[in-house]
């Protein structure tokens, strides 16, 4: 995934930045906007995260700008291979979301006319093939689209200063106000700025061109296009006294719990959905990363609750399970709703005529338009790369749903979001052992063995350490070879009925060295271990 955004209007490079910070989640390897200076196009771009534009994008007088936040795919993430690219003739910049397929025979026959690559990249073949065409920009973009395959969000720039903008599989959208015009990959970016937006379709193409906004069908005839009204959302960009936005979101769990709870405590919302659940053989949860954790979570307890098979599967897998879905419910699970191999398999179920919904943090995004209904998770906008007000959002929905739907207690979270504050703080010996610690292990058993996932995920993405979780009854085969003395083993105990088995796993790991810090009832403190994190009593688990 990457993200683009493209600011028509004063203050061009000032808003495409602030669009791109908000667009981070979506890939952070080198960042790169590129606008006008005398005629010319003008390109800046470095390695690492988006600050690193910062100084020059504030500085642009540009009137345009198209900017890029890159997650590398083809080639390495280094100032080459970042985004706008130029085209051979320095005629067009171009910033890409998607993989072109085809690119290595487009490729070659590029090389073979004479036209020479400097960067790694699927997105300067695209750029060079388009500029390679005759015509106006936006009718290169239209004959070069037909031997493209596969997905793209392509915003151009011409060294004109006309803007052309078109997507395949990728999301972009448009919104226009008083002072200029945006596109972006995610509609998060307009929230405070714009009150409605228009997501492009397949076969539109956007032309910018002296300030004048067109859009066009394939055959480049204008069309009409209604803009969608965008509900009120802030988004807080500061860190209001938190030094990252992860830990800024940390905090706000127990404000996310309270959001749930009145959001769902009608029913209302579980009404609307509740037939779909009926006369289905089995329901599938689909996301990606933690999205994915949050659906094996969904799983557990949908299928304990409602005893219908639940199972979840990784989005990019999914396709390879297809045998196995019949009559199935759909639930696809994102944070942002544009994650391309979550997008890729609603129409699996689409084609066979199954109902899906979407359970996402951006009821505005692609999947909510997908899919048949919508649960928003009400996390509030999520900047960190590094998801956690949104995982526990989701997983709580995934529980609040069960419960309703089994009719057994409607109530569920009353009080949680209090218990939740209380949690906020942690002994800094752990964090210490953990940050000297070659790697790190978690474990848990049942809905434990999903925080251990997650929770190993989370250290691997932040602190670049080799962490895995486990259910804890696996790690006797084979893993333990791999603890030493002093290794940090994190046991997750909260289902009582698990508690000794969880315990005595615990236990074989201390007995190799394991620095045992353990997460369970306070019930539990006398249990042998290095640390103890108590968990209050939850009261829909007892
Ligand atoms: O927006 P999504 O929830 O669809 O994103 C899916 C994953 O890329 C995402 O959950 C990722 O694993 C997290 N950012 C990890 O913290």
Known sequence: MCGIACYVGKNAGKNCFEALEKLE??????????????????????????????????????????????????????????????????????????????????????????????????????????????????????????????????????????????????????????????????????????????????????????????VLNENLQEKEISFKPLSKSEVEISLLGYSYFMEKEIHEIPKVISKIESHYKSGEEFEKIKDLFSGIDSIAIVGCGTAYHAALY??????????????????????YANKVLHNTLGIFVSQSGETADTLGCVNIFKE?????????????????????????????????????????????????????LSGEKRDILKGLSSKAKKLLSIDKRIVKDIKSAKQVFFIGREKDSVTALESALKLKEITYKSAEGYSAGELKHGTLALIEEGTPVVVFASVSCLMQKTLSSAEEARARGAKIILVAPKTQKDTKCDYFLSLPRVDFEE
């Open 25 to 214: 989640y979506r890939g952070y390897d080198s960042a790169g906007i590129a606008g006008l200076e005398n005629g010319e196009i003008c390109v800046y771009k470095r390695r690492g995260r988006v600050n690193a534009i910062k100084d020059y994008a504030l500085k642009m007088q540009s009137g345009v700008a198209i900017a890029h936040t890159r997650w590398a795919t083809h080639g390495g993430a280094n100032e080459q291979n970042a985004h706008p690219h130029l085209s051979f003739d320095r005629s067009i910049a171009l910033v890409h979301n998607g993989i072109i397929e085809n690119f290595q025979t487009l490729r070659t026959e590029l090389l073979m006319k004479g036209i020479g690559l400097s960067s790694e990249t699927d997105t300067e073949v695209a750029l060079n093939l388009i500029a390679s065409e005759s015509g106006t920009l936006k009718e290169k973009l239209k004959k070069a689209r037909n031997k493209l395959v596969g997905s793209y969000a392509f915003v151009l720039l011409d060294k004109d200063g006309t803007i052309v903008a078109a997507r395949n599989k990728s999301p972009l959208y448009l919104a226009k106000g008083q002072d200029g015009i945006m596109l972006s990959s995610d509609v998060l970016c307009f929230f405070s700025l714009y009150d409605s937006f228009y997501p492009l379709s397949e076969n539109d193409i956007v032309e910018i061109k002296n300030g004048e906004l067109r």
């Open 352 to 404: 066979r005529g199954f109902k899906t919904i979407a359970l996402t943090n951006n009821t505005h995004s692609t999947l909510a338009r997908l899919c048949d209904q919508t649960l928003p998770v009400c996390a509030g906008v999520e900047i960190a790369v590094a998801s956690t007000k949104a995982y526990v959002a989701q997983i709580l929905v995934f529980t609040f749903l069960a419960y309703y």
């Open 298 to 319: 969904g799983a557990k307890v949908l299928e304990n609750k409602l005893g219908i098979r639940a199972d979840a599967f990784v989005a990019s897998e999914l396709k």
